[in-house]
Each structure stands twice: as structure tokens, then as C-alpha cells.
């Protein structure tokens, strides 16, 4: 069994930062990639940023410039540091992993709301 534990989140003013963080437990846990999705009512969850375990990164074109994500070689997580925020960004945030012979999974889901 795989769990992701997403922290972070929260009310941001416009031009603010905020910090996303997410680890997987699990035993003998081998990772291809992680990353994080957003989702809004009514529309499809939407790829924001991704990390594979050889440390290639790629982001949505919404987000290039302003957001970072980062893996940690000590255990099996990701941050997504997030400047320059817009309220644009306001959105369900996902957590997601591609655990190598167990399949993908994903977070409970984080909010983040961009408002002033």
C-alpha cells in the first residue's frame, strides 16, 4: 500500500508564495516520477509540474518561471515551491507518483486559493 501525505496549501495574496510538500510511504518504494496536478470545478485535472527520478523536470506553460519542483534524494518526496502567484493558480492540488511495479497514485488533495 502507497500513501502520499501532501502539506501546504492555503490562502495567498496575489504576488504571494507558498510551498507544496508531498511524501509517499510505503515498503520498498522505487519511484519513475512525481509531480503535481491541479483541478478547478468542472474542468479535467491538469498537469502542473513533474520530477522523474533522474531529476528531469517539465512544467505547464502556465507555470514556467514561477513555480519549482524539487525532489528529495533522502526519501521519496517533492516540493513545489510556487511564486508569483495569480489567482489563476487557485485550484485543487494533487499530489501524484508512478511507484515502480505498483502503479500511479494520488493525493488526498490540497487548496490553494489566491485572493486578496
Known amino acids: 500500500q502507497v500513501q502520499l501525505v501532501e502539506s501546504g496549501g492555503g490562502l495567498v495574496q496575489p504576488g504571494g508564495s507558498l510551498r507544496l510538500s508531498c511524501e509517499a510511504s510505503?515498503?520498498?518504494?522505487?519511484?519513475?516520477?512525481m509531480g503535481w496536478y491541479r483541478q478547478v470545478p468542472g474542468k479535467e485535472r491538469q498537469l502542473v509540474a513533474r520530477v522523474t527520478v533522474n531529476g528531469d523536470t517539465n512544467y505547464s506553460d502556465s507555470v514556467k518561471g514561477r513555480f519549482t519542483i524539487s525532489k528529495d534524494n533522502g526519501k521519496i518526496a517533492v516540493s513545489l515551491q510556487m511564486n508569483s502567484l495569480k489567482p489563476e493558480d487557485t485550484a485543487t492540488y494533487f499530489c501524484?507518483?508512478?511507484?515502480?511495479?505498483?502503479?500511479?497514485?494520488w493525493g488526498q488533495g490540497t487548496q490553494v486559493t489566491v485572493s486578496s
Open positions: 510505503g515498503r520498498f518504494l522505487r519511484w519513475l516520477a
Open positions: 501524484h507518483a508512478n511507484i515502480v511495479g505498483l502503479g500511479q497514485y
